[in-house]
């Protein structure tokens, strides 16, 4: 055989060696994140829910891929961009930004394993059967949110005890709006006040909402725990400094952006979790075996520098009880 002919054939062998083993390595996984708001709005959450990843093993760009649909608060939207994600074969679906997302993500695959997020009860949402054994194709994280009405109103009456009136901000498309006005309704009443619900969801019904507040005046607001809501944080918080209304939200983020006073549990830790639950899927969890989580410590959060700007002085019992104060 000729010399340059074998060497050549060797080199070939060598070079394509490489090239066959590259052309078996699995493909990355690609995670399907389905979302009801917007991506800037989500941001610190997709932040929260990558560090998850992370803790699971999973980089995104370097072991896993992760494709985002949006709904904008266009919940119409969610079945089809759930649909679309199942044509493009994702190994997992995320669903945040409330139940609809889940349901959506559930009504388009029984096969591919579903991770959610959502504020209310999972088992009352259709979404699983039982936290501890969810069965089927879904798990996730609840921070029934929406269970913390009573809680916050109590806070805010401490805060205000002299309010005759409180206006409540819900979504009127959110499925849990009319059990947040019960709750809201009993509560106040044992405290000899009137509720004010006002129903908004976009930007300029939100505006339109708080230019009532000339007339009615009310001596405190309470904004309902909604993804949609929580998104126009910066919008509430402004406009409750403008209205000069002592508020209280459902997550830390809206104290630390301004607001006066929020309760709940921990929005980016229940973010994290999806992400870890995420991760322990790709590894091979089943999420029937995976038990839906729920937050175990909540966090009282009081901006001094917007009780200031509002006049207003924090009984001392409330300021103890604080996890954290804004100063």
């Given at each position: 055989m000729d010399r340059r002919v074998f060497i050549g054939r060797v080199a070939g062998g060598v070079l394509a060696a490489p090239l066959a083993t590259r052309a078996q390595t699995p493909a990355m996984p690609v995670i399907g994140f389905l979302s009801s708001v917007s991506p800037a709005q989500w941001s610190p959450f997709v932040a929260a829910f990558r560090q998850g990843l992370n803790e699971a093993g999973y980089v995104e760009g370097k072991n896993v891929a992760i494709e985002f649909l949006w709904a904008e608060g266009q919940f119409d939207r969610l079945p089809a961009l759930a649909a679309d994600l199942v044509s493009r074969h994702v190994a997992i679906i995320v669903a945040t930004g409330g139940s609809l997302s889940g349901l959506a993500a559930k009504a388009a695959t029984s096969t591919i394993p579903i991770v959610f997020g959502t504020g209310g009860d999972p088992v009352e949402?259709?979404?699983?059967?039982?936290?501890?054994?969810?069965?089927?194709?879904?798990?996730?994280?609840?921070?029934?949110?929406?269970d913390l009405m009573t809680k916050r109103l109590e806070?805010?009456?401490?805060?205000?005890?002299?309010?005759?009136?409180?206006?409540?901000?819900?979504?009127?498309?959110?499925?849990?709006?009319?059990?947040?006005?019960?709750?809201?309704?009993?509560?106040?009443?044992?405290?000899?006040?009137?509720?004010r619900v006002l129903r908004a969801s976009?930007?300029?019904?939100?505006?339109?909402?708080?230019?009532?507040f000339a007339q009615l005046r009310p001596g405190g607001l309470i904004i309902a725990p909604n993804p949609v809501l929580n998104a126009r944080r910066e919008q509430f918080v402004a406009l409750a400094a403008r209205y000069?209304?002592?508020?209280?939200?459902?997550?830390?983020?809206?104290?630390?952006?301004?607001?006066?006073?929020s309760y709940g549990p921990s929005l980016a830790d229940a973010y994290r979790q999806v992400g870890i639950y995420t991760g322990r899927i790709l590894k091979g969890a089943k999420p029937a075996d995976l038990p839906v989580l729920q937050p175990t410590k909540f966090e009282l959060v009081i901006n001094l520098k917007t009780a200031k700007a509002l006049g207003l002085t924090i009984p001392q019992p409330l300021l103890l009880r604080a996890d954290e104060v804004i100063r």
């Open positions: 949402q259709g979404l699983v059967p039982s936290l501890g054994r969810p069965g089927g194709n879904a798990t996730g994280v609840s921070i029934f949110t929406s806070l805010l009456h401490e805060l205000v005890p002299t309010a005759t009136e409180i206006a409540l901000v819900v979504n009127p498309n959110s499925e849990a709006a009319e059990l947040e006005m019960r709750k809201a309704q009993q509560q106040v009443r044992s405290y000899g006040q009137r509720i976009t930007e300029q019904e939100i505006d339109a909402a708080f230019a009532t000069s209304v002592p508020a209280i939200y459902e997550g830390r983020e809206s104290a630390a952006a301004g607001g006066l006073m």
